[in-house]
């Protein structure tokens, strides 16, 4: 290998780039989720020190899930809750979820999605299989009693099995303490979306709790539903949003956080799906949050989290009623947007300056899908759209690069006759760039234009769930992970475990087109460094955006091979003075 000062340069800046990828800014910037829970760690103590002051003592729903039921009942009498009524479970069925409630605490304690599967072929449920009940209602007494009514049995007309098809269905569950005081809970279920209306009414009760609030629990979590759990766990968190902002809680602490202000709404969300608790008539007082990881053994000791959330009501009046909407479901930036909550917010289309790329890609897919039944299909389509209009550019590009390998027996003049004055070379060659209209840097334009677009592509294949577990041909079952072939019994550095097929064949095609744009016997080298640095840096990508590179690449080639490699460029005359 030839080392001139071209191919030192160019290992120079691969080795910037290697440098550049662990920054803060770079981390900040193109993968903020994690940047933002690892700052959120550096600012644990300070965290934990607010929580301190927490005047309301932390229900237990703070605890772990798995010891929820040795939590002590009161002792009291009256807060103890009746034992007289019966418990049974009620279900629900409709086109897009089975659901299963209880008379034990009014609570939802199954909700399973049925257009959403598993990598196995089951049904997306979205509450663990080791649950604790969700929705139930918590307060402290004026005495100090700790109520939890998720342990109280309710009474319910309602059946036993509900078909939902064109109407609505409410189940109202009440548990009366004496003649004038009763929790009653009504849940109204749609049969063609994912959400509940929940009504909560604290009758005659408001003068009896201390403090004036109660809290609405979802102690649950969310169940893993992903074949990678470190990839679904990556995206889970918890978000509030107060006061037109959102706070996001990424860490697992097992110490109580809280959030305070005028609540919107609050949600736990994996990678694809989320829970979301939004009052209605009137905002929040503040919410609690816990959590705890769980190292997964069978899942090569991947750490699992579970959230568990409460928002605080305040009561304003003797007899207490709110309103709640909650949806359990997919993470589609149509479902969110349609609340007017600004819930859309919990989408994670990246950093500030790559959001309307992404948005507009997400955009543009979806509408070339209603006609386009495969996504592969559609991203063969995505590239041909890109490279339409990106094809004059291209042009003036690959004219640049030809005219300045026309220069160059004219620029090796300059270096001859000005080599040992660099200030002088420097200033006659940018002159010789103006004299031929030549711009040096006209050959990097289109891919500096195509950085934001690879970036949205990363975003929209990884997080939106329109092409979770979403096949294209063969090998390639879905376009939102990658495209393993099989795994090695090792990991290679800056490659890992898994030989994945597209990014081998996206190198290939770099290493192609490459050689039909690099005819200086000196850069020789760059024809292979470049592929070989994306070939592993993109070996853990998704498919899709592998597998768009790879395309755009093959009609790249295409393109300048049959299209645009006839461009002459006339040589220029020799630099005046200059050797003949």
């Not at 929040?284 to 699992?304: A, D, H, M």
């Not at 709640?324 to 289309?349: A, I, N, Q, R």
Request: glycine residues 6%; charged residues 20%; positive net charge.
């Amino acid at each position: 290998m030839n080392l001139d000062k071209k191919t030192i340069l160019a290992f120079l800046l691969i080795g910037g780039v290697f440098i550049f990828v662990q920054s803060s800014f770079y981390q900040k910037m193109f993968f903020p989720e994690a940047y933002h829970q690892r700052e959120m760690e550096k600012k644990a103590p300070a965290v934990i020190q607010e929580v301190d002051s927490v005047v309301v003592p932390p229900p237990p729903l703070m605890t772990s899930p798995a010891v929820i039921e040795t939590v002590p009942h009161p002792v009291n009498d009256l807060w103890a809750g009746r034992k007289d009524i019966a418990v049974r479970d009620i279900f629900i069925e409709t086109d897009l979820f089975n659901a299963r409630f209880s008379t034990r605490g009014g609570t939802l304690q199954s909700w399973t999605l049925k257009k959403y599967k598993k990598i196995d072929g089951s049904l997306v449920t979205m509450i663990p299989e080791e649950f604790a009940p969700n929705f139930g209602i918590q307060f402290v007494t004026r005495e100090g009693d700790s109520v939890d009514t998720s342990f109280w049995p309710f009474e319910s007309d309602a059946q036993a099995e509900y078909r939902l098809s064109d109407e609505k269905q409410t189940l109202r569950f009440v548990h009366p303490l004496d003649n004038q005081m009763m929790v009653i809970k009504e849940y109204t279920l749609h049969p063609g979306n994912y959400t509940i209306d929940l009504s909560i009414t604290l009758q005659n009760m408001g003068s009896l709790i201390a403090n004036k609030t109660y809290l609405l629990t979802a102690p649950s979590g969310l169940a893993s539903t992903e074949k990678s759990l470190s990839e679904d766990m990556f995206y889970a968190k918890v978000a509030v949003a107060a006061g037109g902002q959102v706070t996001k809680i990424e860490k697992a602490r097992a110490a109580v956080q809280k959030e305070s202000g005028s609540i919107e709404w609050v949600a736990v969300r994996t990678k694809y799906f989320t829970q979301v608790i939004i009052p209605r008539s009137q905002k929040g007082e503040y919410v609690l949050v816990s959590g705890k990881e769980t190292v997964i053994p069978e899942q090569k000791n991947e750490k699992r989290k579970d959230f568990a959330i409460a928002l605080a009501m305040p009561i304003t009046r003797e007899t207490a009623n709110d309103q709640f909407t909650l949806f359990l479901g997919p993470m589609d930036d149509e479902y969110l947007k349609s609340f007017g909550v600004g819930l859309e917010k919990l989408m994670d289309m990246g950093y500030k300056i790559i959001q309307p790329f992404s948005i507009a890609t997400l955009w543009m897919f979806k509408k070339i899908h209603t006609v386009v039944p495969n996504y592969g299909l559609v991203l063969i389509i995505f590239a041909l759209i890109i490279k339409i209009i990106t094809m004059p550019l291209t042009n003036k590009s690959f004219k640049s690069m030809k005219r300045m390998q026309a220069l160059q027996p004219k620029m090796n003049e300059l270096k001859e006759k000005y080599g040992k004055d660099p200030q002088r070379l420097n200033k006659e060659t940018m002159k010789l760039y103006k004299e031929e209209g030549v711009n040096p840097m006209g050959g990097c334009l289109p891919i500096v234009l195509q950085m934001p677009l690879l970036f949205a592509l990363y975003t929209v294949f990884r997080s939106t769930i329109e092409l979770r577990l979403q096949g294209f041909v063969w090998w390639i079952k879905d376009l939102s992970g990658p495209d393993t072939l099989f795994t090695l019994p090792f990991s290679i550095p800056f490659y890992g475990d898994s030989v994945n097929a597209l990014p081998i064949l996206m190198g290939v095609t770099m290493i192609w087109q490459q050689k039909i744009s690099i005819t200086d016997p000196k850069q020789k080298a760059m024809v292979y460094i470049m592929p070989v640095f994306m070939t592993l840096l993109f070996n853990g990508f998704p498919s899709g955006l592998n597998l768009y590179y790879t395309l755009f690449n093959v009609i790249s080639i295409v393109h300048q091979k049959y299209f645009v490699s006839d461009v002459n460029i006339a040589a220029p005359a020799p630099v005046k003075g200059g050797k003949k």
